[in-house]
Each structure stands twice: as C-alpha cells, then as structure tokens.
C-alpha cells in the first residue's frame, strides 16, 4: 500500500480540489473550520473511517469520499445536495443522519453502503437512481414531498435482507 497515511490541513483552506488526496491510505481526515467546497474524488480511495463535514461545505463534488471505510458520517448542513456517489461504496457505513437542509440525493449518493436505518428528512424532493443500491434496510418510510424516486433507488441485494415494507407517504 502507497500513499500519505495522514495529512495535516490548515483551517485557513477553503476548497480541497478535484482528486486531491485521491488513492493513497488515509484514515483520518481533519476538515478544519473554514472548508467551503470539496471537490470531485477529492478523497476517492482512502481508508478514512470517521468523516464530519463542518456545516461551512456547501458544495461537495461527486465521488468526493467514494471507495473509504466510513462507519461515521457527519453531512453539513450547508449542503442542499448530496451528489453523485458522494459516498458510494463505503460497504462499512450503516447509518446515516441526512440533515434537513438537503433537497436532493444525487445517483449512487450511498451505493455499496449497508444502511440497516435511514430517515429521509421532509425536505429531500428527489433520490437519485441507484441512490441506496445494495442497502439492508428492512423498513423505510419516503416523505410525501419527494417528487422524484430514480430507476433501483432502493434496490437490495439479492443474498441479504431487502425492503419488507415501505411506505411513500400523501
């Protein structure tokens, strides 16, 4: 295994660029206090376990923590998007909290995570296609103002547990 084991990020930074740490074997990431955009597989392919966004991140780019062994996951609560498999997957991660400033789960957003829990704030008007593939979750209960639900969104895996019920609320 190649790559930075640590890094150390000083809290004046603003924007952590596309693929910047990209595949190396980082475990642990300070974000500081001044982070405003992460950009695209920023930190794909890493080892990282714990990741807290401070609510300063706004936009986050695709695949930004793609491919990781996230167990703990902190969103901003700047962020109105999560994108395109932001988040996909980190097979470890199995619970989420999704703050209620998001409006839209981009596709694969969550992808490979095994989620045994998920609540969907009110707020989220759209799920992306395969946005939770291969999930575990048994029970789950979709806010009436979601207008849009993507092609598999919710699609399981055909050796483990899938939805045994659901609920799409008025």
Do not use: W
């Amino acid at each position: 295994p190649n790559g930075m084991v640590s890094v150390h990020l000083p809290n004046h930074l603003e924007v952590i660029g596309k693929q910047a740490f990209e595949y190396n074997n980082l475990v642990e990431i300070n974000l500081g206090e001044n982070i405003i955009k992460i950009d695209e597989c920023a930190f794909k392919g890493n080892k990282l376990e714990a990741v807290m966004l401070p609510d300063t991140v706004t936009e986050l780019g695709s695949g930004a923590f793609t491919m990781n062994n996230i167990t703990d996951l902190t969103l901003s609560k700047g962020l109105t998007i999560i994108p395109q498999a932001a988040f996909s997957m980190n097979i470890r991660l199995t619970k989420i909290d999704i703050p209620d400033t998001i409006t839209e789960i981009g596709e694969m957003a969550f992808a490979g995570a095994r989620l045994g829990t998920l609540d969907i704030p009110e707020s989220v008007v759209k799920i992306g296609r395969k946005a939770f593939h291969l999930h575990h979750l048994t029970e789950l209960t979709v806010p009436g103002n979601v207008r849009e639900i993507g092609e598999s969104a919710f699609e399981g895996t055909f050796k483990s547990q899938t939805l045994t019920t659901l609920v799409l609320e008025e």
